[in-house]
Structures are given as C-alpha cells and as structure tokens.
C-alpha cells in the first residue's frame, strides 16, 4: 500500500527516518502504567501472562487501542478519521517513517472529553511515537505478528467507519446479512485468536504435539464470541449512534427494522432474533473454553488469561437471556465483585481437572 503523508493534518514534515529508540524506563511506564489506564480488564489479563509473551502482546493491545481511539473519535469528521487511520496503519506496517501528529484528537476541550475518547487514551495517541519505537525494537517474528493482527484490525475499523460514517439515531444504518457480522466480528476480534495462538505456540510451547488447525480455528471463534457478546451487550447505546450490528434481514423475518429497537417495549417480538445470537455466542464462547483446555495443562498462566474473558462473557449472556437489553436506561452487566469471585474461582480449582472443566457451565447459570 502506498501512503501519500505529507497532504495529511496527522503527517508533520519533514519525514523522519525512524523514532528513537525508547529508554527502558520510558517501555515500562508504557506497557505497565498506561497500558492499566487504557485497558480496563485487559490489565488484569496481560498481568498473570508469562514474562516472554507480555511485551509483545501488551504492545499490539496499544497500538490496537490506538486505532480504535481514532476510530471512535466523534470531534474528527470520518474523513480525518480515515486519514489518521491509514496513517497509523502504514506506520505500524513499515511503509512509512513520517512522525505522526494526532493533535486534533488530543487537545479536545474539556467539556467534550467523552466524544474524544478517555485522558488515558488521548496521552496514548500522544506518545505513538514511543509505541512505534518499541514496535520496532521486538524480534522480526513478534513484529510480523503484531503488523498482520493490526493491517486486519484496522481494515474491520475503516469498514466500520465507512459503512456507519453518515449513520445517527434518526438514521440507522444495519448489517445486511450475518455473513457481514461474521466478517466483522473476524476483522475486529476473531484475528486477535490467531494472533494470540501464534504467539503462544512459538514463545511458550513450541514443540508441543497439538492440532495446530484446530486450535486456530478455535481461536478464531474465542474471538468472535467476546465480541458478540459486546454487541450483543451495547444494542442500546449502539443504536442511539445510528449502529446496528444485527442484520437488517433477521430483524425483518420477526417484522422488524433497527429503529424499532429503540422501543423497550419491542423486547416480546424482538426475543426471537436476539436468541438465536446469544445462542451463536455462547456456541463460540464454548469453542474457546474448548481452545482453553487444548493448551498444555502446564501452561496455568495462560490458560487462567484465556478463562477470564470467556467466564466472564458466559456470565454477562445468561444476563442477557433474561433481561431487557433494549432499555437503554439498565446497562446488562455483570459486577466487579462477581468478576472477582470468577477468577477466584478459577484459580483454586485449577488443581482439580474435574472442577475446573465445570467452571464455564456454572458461569452460563
């Protein structure tokens, strides 16, 4: 891809040949600090990760979060958005060394914070620069991964940032088929499986005998369920930016449309369609429970940051089975002390197989 820099507002001249190396201390305020403020769980996460594989993978959860900042940015018109995007993205690919300046996302105005992201996430687009550098640091191999896992992450946000682009609450725009979900939920999520699976397998277990394509294929599908549980989780407030994610035809089978949705009252017809995709979720949050338990046992760190996300995603969709997710005004959502008794849990019955396969059917209760 070539990418003409110097007519962009996101592109200052003149083009550098690289950034300069970040100082150990300057990685670890990156990858520890800032990396907790803009993560919400994923610190958690990243935390009980083995030492070889937290760097790279904290850093390709940055960069990933910097694109999504861009992405989410309503102060940019979609037009900058855009621009700032392929940027970033030709940066983190190596086609181009020009610095990045992302000062129309960073210095919104007070009063307008919640439209231009969170402060953590407006001093990350201010330190890319130091991001990019470590990128460039990591073995050949890491740097490959993290470049393939963002080119696709990226390319799901641009869809998303085109297809939704004119998109409000008095125009919603909808998915038209679920192989549309589908590709989205791979592009933003489901390639975050394999990423994660490529990682493991070269740094933490490379001569393990595992079937390899199933447990890629796994992976892929671990990814999409968490993100469907999120938009199965956010249809609310989704919809009230003129998004929808389920597909205008599954709505229009039950009679139907995305602007219905904003009806709480709808939930009696609605039921039928929104059913059938908690159940596609919960079928894929099984799949990684299963890509879960093919890990080596040995390899407990991993295993338990896997479990999280996929304990926690089961719990949040028996929330969903029962509540009314199109009141906007009751956000579904599972409670910071019941995420603590789940990782608890599995940690104590980690030593017991029997009772640590029963962990994802109790969070399903």
């Not at 907790?36 to 390709?60: E, K, M, N, Q, Y």
């Not at 609310?236 to 929808?244: A, S």
Request: with cysteine; aromatic share 6%; hydrophobic share 45%.
């Amino acid at each position: 891809m070539s990418v003409n820099t110097s007519s962009s507002p996101f592109a200052s001249a003149p083009a550098a040949a690289s950034a300069p190396s970040p100082g150990t201390a300057v990685q670890a305020d990156l990858l520890t600090h800032l990396l907790r403020d803009v993560s919400r769980s994923f610190h958690l996460t990243l935390r009980v990760l083995p030492s070889p594989i937290r760097r790279p993978i904290g850093l390709a959860y940055l960069l990933a979060r910097a694109t999504d900042t861009i992405a989410d940015t309503a102060l940019v018109p979609v037009a900058g958005r855009l621009a700032a995007l392929e940027l970033l993205r030709a940066r983190v690919l190596g086609e181009t060394g020009s610095p990045l300046d992302f000062r129309p996302f960073t210095e919104a105005p007070a009063d307008t914070a919640p439209e231009a992201g969170t402060a953590a996430e407006r001093v990350l687009l201010g330190r890319i620069e130091e991001a990019l550098a470590v990128l460039n640091e990591l073995d050949e191999a890491d740097r490959l991964l993290i470049r393939e896992v963002l080119g696709t992450i990226t390319s799901g946000q641009e869809l998303d940032l085109r297809r939704f682009g004119a998109a409000s609450a008095r125009q919603i725009v909808a998915l038209e088929s679920d192989a549309e979900l589908d590709d989205y939920t791979y592009r933003v999520a489901g390639c975050v499986g394999e990423f994660w699976t490529r990682i493991c397998r070269r740094r933490l277990f490379p001569d393990a005998l595992l079937d390899d394509a199933g447990l890629l294929a796994r992976g892929v599908r671990f990814g999409k369920g968490l993100q469907l549980v999120n938009i199965l989780r956010d249809l609310p407030r989704d919809l009230r930016q003129g998004r929808c994610y389920l597909p205008a035809g599954a709505l229009a089978r039950h009679g139907l449309s995305p602007a219905a949705l904003l009806d709480a009252t709808a939930i009696g017809r609605f039921r039928n369609v929104y059913d059938v995709y908690l159940a596609t979720a919960r079928q894929h949050l099984a799949a990684g429970w299963d890509y879960t338990n093919s890990l080596p046992r040995r390899q407990v760190r991993v295993r338990l940051a896997c479990a999280w996300p996929i304990l926690i995603g089961a719990k949040t969709l028996a929330r969903l089975r029962t509540g009314n997710v199109l009141d906007a005004s009751r956000r579904i959502k599972i409670s910071r002390a019941e995420v603590r008794r789940l990782v608890l849990r599995s940690v104590i019955s980690y030593a017991w197989p029997a009772a640590w396969e029963r962990q994802f059917d109790r969070a399903r209760l």
